[in-house]
């Protein structure tokens, strides 16, 4: 399984951006996807999870409200939009799968990307 996250940068306050979380060898039933995020000197937490279907999203309360996420399986892809960005929000995001239903704890994520990082400022 490699799961290959995408699409951070550098953007102002109040901007948006859209992360790509691209996955393969996904093929032993369905799996649900999460992001996470890592900011310097913090641990790692999560941000948003989706079910195989997409038919469940959960969010974290730092993001709810300005953020979507979801899903192509048909390109083997999932988003992470955020929308009103604050310096805040600047970390290292993660999407990670695991087999099963959406969880929100890192230890239970079997696979993960990457990273890409994101970086908030002015």
């Known amino acids: 399984v490699q799961l290959q996250a995408s699409g951070g940068g550098l953007v102002q306050p109040g901007g948006s951006l859209r992360l790509s979380c691209a996955a393969s060898?996904?093929?032993?039933?369905?799996?649900?996807v999460g992001w996470f995020r890592q900011a310097p000197g913090k641990e790692r937490e999560y941000v948003a999870g989706i079910s195989w279907n997409g038919g469940i999203k959960r969010y974290a309360d730092s993001v709810k409200g300005r953020s979507a996420v979801s899903r192509d399986n048909a390109k083997n892809t999932v988003y992470l939009e955020i929308n009103s960005l604050q310096p805040e929000d600047t970390a290292v995001y993660y999407c990670a799968a695991r087999r099963g239903n959406i969880r929100t704890q890192v230890a239970y994520m079997d696979h993960w990307g990457q990273g890409t990082r994101v970086t908030v400022s002015s």
């Open positions: 060898g996904l093929t032993s039933g369905p799996y649900a």
